[in-house]
């Protein structure tokens, strides 16, 4: 099944026919078969499916985590199977943010360090007054000397989105980002990703298993068996309790 988000809609990310395969021979397995799709600019769209429906391997190929076996992906209209592994690198710092659900901070920084890391990576300066802002803006401004082991599981996440969204990536693709945390830290993260949208432009792609979860996006689409076999468009209101029950129906489905 092709997904297509409109010819007239500039595309942030464009997936065709790609196709990831582990192992080789009788052991091989397709965790992508042909998957073709594009999330455009400014977009929130959130990716559901079965356990080892592809889901994690979709994003991981759409952000230059993981190359495809076959097919082609592009970031901001550039292809990136052209790409050295070191220009790779350079155009994931500079247009992509990755948001992990396990956090994935570096416990010996404190959140203002963990923070400024990309900056870092990247060759520049963190300015200090950018760094508090980023806290502040996912709500931390008084957490910036504490280390992720003097932080609650929705503080950690919290400071994890404020590093991927420090450089202002074009796209930020998020793993289960609400899958360790209670109902309330869940909405603040994903209240923070609409605001990454609909405040400042950016795309968000999420994967996540949570319908609740899904109807904070604009669209939603289903895998199974690492094929797309459903989309939905949601109506625009965050966390609709209709919307989320239309989307655990068809996960039922997909599941059964």
Request: proline share 4%; net charge neutral; with cysteine.
């Amino acid at each position: 099944m092709t997904i297509t988000t409109g010819a007239r809609q500039a595309e942030a990310v464009t997936l065709r026919s790609v196709r990831r395969t582990y192992g080789t021979g009788g052991a091989a397995v397709t965790a992508l078969d042909g998957v073709s799709v594009g999330f455009r600019d400014g977009s929130f769209t959130a990716v559901m499916g079965p356990s080892g429906s592809g889901k994690s391997t979709l994003l991981h190929c759409a952000a230059g985590l993981d190359r495809p076996t076959e097919g082609t992906v592009s970031v901001g209209g550039t292809d990136l199977g052209g790409l050295s592994e070191h220009r790779l690198t350079a155009l994931r710092r500079e247009l992509i943010g990755f948001v992990f659900q396990e956090f994935n901070l570096v416990s010996a920084l404190t959140a203002a360090q963990n923070v400024a890391l990309p900056l870092r990576l990247a060759g520049r300066r963190p300015a200090p007054e950018d760094i508090a802002t980023a806290l502040a803006d996912v709500g931390l401004a008084d957490r910036g000397g504490h280390r992720p082991s003097e932080l609650s599981g929705g503080q950690q996440q919290r400071v994890a989105i404020a590093r991927a969204l420090v450089t202002r990536p074009a796209v930020v693709f998020a793993d289960e980002p609400t899958g360790a945390l209670d109902l309330r830290s869940s909405r603040q993260v994903l209240a923070l990703l609409r605001e990454a949208v609909h405040g400042h432009g950016q795309t968000v792609v999420m994967v996540t298993h949570d319908p609740l979860a899904s109807a904070y996006a604009d669209r939603v689409l289903f895998l199974a068996d690492g094929h797309l076999v459903d989309e939905l468009t949601a109506p625009g209101t965050p966390g609709d309790a209709g919307f989320a029950a239309e989307v655990a129906a068809r996960m039922a489905r997909l599941e059964a």
